[in-house]
């Protein structure tokens, strides 16, 4: 049976990928070794929910049950700093922190009640609200790049299931189904 790996995330606007893309500049000047790989834009995203490996049928249930987030307001988000992460292991990855929000986690448990709904199987791990910009290439020292304050902000509207194919040359990240985020507000 085919299967493709799969996650379903918050798609940033454009003008958020922008603005952290700038400050991805300045941090990647941190990295004096060149152990990062940094990502372009357009792959900057904020994970609700890691898939794994999910047959076409799942992914059409899936499409079918996000349909069910369209009663979400969009989320505002709020980025605190730039950092190695995570923090409980060696870090491996570059990326912009979010504060945590109420509405925040509320979407991104709707996410995991649809993704059980479809039959998936989730990792149990803490839900940490980041945007990955940069990723360790193959190295034994520990990334240590010293965090950085940023104050950017912007609401985001669109939940995207995507499939994700690693290449030598990076993810390249397919939407499959996506979702608009209803905003009540007249």
């Known amino acids: 049976m085919d299967t493709l790996r799969a996650f379903i995330a918050l798609e940033l606007p454009d003008r958020l990928r922008h603005e952290l893309s700038l400050h991805a500049e300045r941090f990647s000047g941190l990295d004096k070794h060149y152990r990062m790989r940094w990502l372009p834009p357009e792959n900057y995203h904020l994970t609700l929910a890691f898939l794994g490996n999910i047959t076409p049928g799942t992914v059409s249930r899936l499409s079918v049950l996000l349909n069910s987030l369209q009663q979400h307001p969009p989320v505002f988000l709020q ?22 929000s109420s509405e925040l986690a509320a979407l991104q448990e709707k996410v995991v009640r649809v993704c059980r709904s479809a039959g998936v199987v989730l990792e149990r791990r803490r839900f940490e609200p980041h945007v990955t910009m940069g990723r360790m290439r193959r190295s034994r020292k520990p990334l240590n790049l010293p965090p950085i304050s940023i104050l950017l902000s912007g609401k985001a509207e669109v939940v995207v299931l995507y499939e994700s194919e690693l290449t030598r040359h990076g993810a390249v990240y397919t939407p499959l189904s996506e979702v608009k985020l209803e905003d009540d507000e007249p």
């Open 79 to 100: 980025f605190r700093e730039l950092s190695s992460f995570p923090f409980s292991k060696t870090p491996k990855v570059a990326a912009a922190l979010l504060e945590r």
